[in-house]
């Protein structure tokens, strides 16, 4: 059914998402700053959450880090800014403009994220050195922003979260599936415009028939799976490692399947420390430590 359907409005789906990436071209704010402090100066590149807090946890505990990506490309007609555009065109909530996501144990500047292009589509992710990477050397690391975000978990949680990132980043199995960006859109598009208010809102939507979350059997490796795009990865790892997303997930009905990249900071727990542009990563993350020396440890560039 879903096949017969994406055949048939894809093309309009397609000028839609253009329409879309047109008109998001409009906007000269940085919401992305914004939402980290709306009185931010409109030149900083730098701003620190003015307050970071996190909820309890018993016993031992680490933090996991996800990155979340506004970038601007040296070409405005690169086919990524229709992905971008129309994420910002389509969302229904008062969330800033990403489009991308990676995930790190730590604060230094290497994070992993899932991509098209490359030998390996789940790969390293440098800000500072993006030459080296085949998406993120089409953007201008001095006009893309980024926020880093901080989720609280225990000790067991950070550990297995890393095995379990560590099993594909050793894989050459995990495949950034484009066309699953298809039918995101056409979820997002009918929740925009097709969707009673009541259920706009992340834990609120209702998701098709036929998704649905996979606890895999972390000892077997054929029950791993391999086809994501960066944002429906992020969920899937941690809705498999972390008890508290898991936990949320089922409540609300939420699938991984369908997370678009702002979905995962509406994810509870999920705190952000700082925003700066990609050439200021490092400045960022070193003024933050020195605001909150608990993070000491885990920057070590």
Same mark, same amino acid.
């Given at each position: 059914?879903?096949?017969?359907?994406?055949?048939?409005?894809?093309?309009?789906?397609?000028?839609?998402?253009?329409?879309?990436?047109?008109?998001?071209?409009?906007?000269?704010?940085?919401?992305?700053?914004?939402? !980290?402090?709306?009185?931010?100066? /409109?030149?900083? #590149?730098?701003?620190?959450? &003015? *307050?970071?807090?996190?909820?309890? =946890?018993?016993?031992?505990?680490?933090?996991?880090?996800?990155?979340?990506?506004?970038?601007?490309?040296?070409?405005?007609?690169?086919?990524?800014? !229709?992905?971008?555009?129309?994420? /910002?065109?389509? #969302?229904?909530?008062?969330? &800033? *403009?990403?489009?991308?996501?990676? =995930?790190?144990?730590?604060?230094?500047?290497?994070?992993?994220?899932?991509?098209?292009?490359?030998?390996?589509?789940?790969?390293?992710?440098?800000?500072?050195?993006?030459?080296?990477?085949?998406?993120? #050397?089409?953007?201008?690391?001095?006009?893309?922003?980024?926020?880093?975000?901080?989720?609280?978990?225990?000790?067991?949680?950070?550990?297995?979260?890393?095995?379990?990132?560590?099993?594909?980043?050793?894989?050459?199995?995990?495949?950034?599936?484009?066309?699953?960006?298809? #039918?995101?859109?056409?979820?997002?598009?009918?929740?925009?415009?097709?969707?009673?208010?009541?259920?706009?809102?992340?834990?609120?939507?209702?998701?098709?028939?036929?998704?649905?979350?996979?606890?895999?059997?972390?000892?077997?490796?054929?029950?791993?799976?391999?086809?994501?795009?960066?944002?429906?990865?992020?969920?899937?790892?941690?809705?498999?490692?972390?008890?508290?997303?898991?936990?949320?997930?089922?409540?609300?009905?939420?699938?991984?399947?369908?997370?678009?990249?702002?979905?995962?900071?509406?994810?509870?727990?999920?705190?952000?420390?700082?925003?700066?542009?990609?050439?200021?990563?490092?400045?960022?993350?070193?003024?933050?430590?020195?605001?909150?020396?608990?993070?000491?440890?885990?920057?070590?560039?």
């Amino acid at each position: 059914m879903f096949n017969r359907i994406l055949k048939k409005y894809f093309p309009l789906l397609l000028l839609l998402l253009l329409a879309f990436s047109f008109q998001s071209c409009k906007t000269t704010n940085s919401l992305v700053k914004e939402s !980290i402090s709306p009185s931010a100066p /409109a030149d900083a #590149k730098i701003v620190l959450a &003015p *307050d970071v807090e996190f909820q309890e =946890i018993e016993g031992d505990y680490k933090y996991l880090f996800i990155r979340l990506y506004n970038p601007v490309y040296n070409s405005p007609v690169y086919i990524a800014n !229709i992905l971008k555009n129309g994420l /910002a065109a389509t #969302k229904t909530e008062d969330v &800033p *403009d990403l489009s991308h996501s990676a =995930i790190n144990f730590n604060l230094n500047d290497t994070f992993y994220g899932l991509t098209l292009g490359g030998k390996y589509n789940f790969a390293e992710e440098n800000c500072l050195t993006v030459e080296g990477h085949k998406y993120m #050397k089409h953007c201008n690391p001095e006009k893309s922003e980024q926020i880093t975000y901080a989720l609280k978990v225990t000790e067991e949680e950070y550990n297995n979260t890393q095995k379990f990132v560590d099993h594909y980043l050793k894989s050459t199995k995990v495949k950034y599936a484009s066309g699953l960006n298809v #039918k995101l859109a056409l979820f997002s598009i009918k929740k925009k415009f097709f969707t009673s208010k009541e259920h706009k809102q992340f834990s609120t939507q209702k998701y098709p028939r036929s998704a649905k979350n996979v606890k895999i059997d972390q000892d077997d490796e054929k029950s791993y799976l391999n086809r994501f795009v960066c944002s429906t990865f992020i969920g899937y790892v941690l809705y498999n490692n972390v008890e508290s997303v898991a936990e949320f997930f089922d409540e609300h009905n939420i699938k991984y399947d369908y997370l678009n990249v702002t979905d995962l900071s509406l994810i509870p727990g999920m705190t952000p420390l700082f925003y700066s542009t990609w050439s200021n990563y490092l400045e960022a993350a070193k003024e933050f430590v020195n605001e909150n020396e608990e993070f000491a440890e885990y920057l070590t560039q």
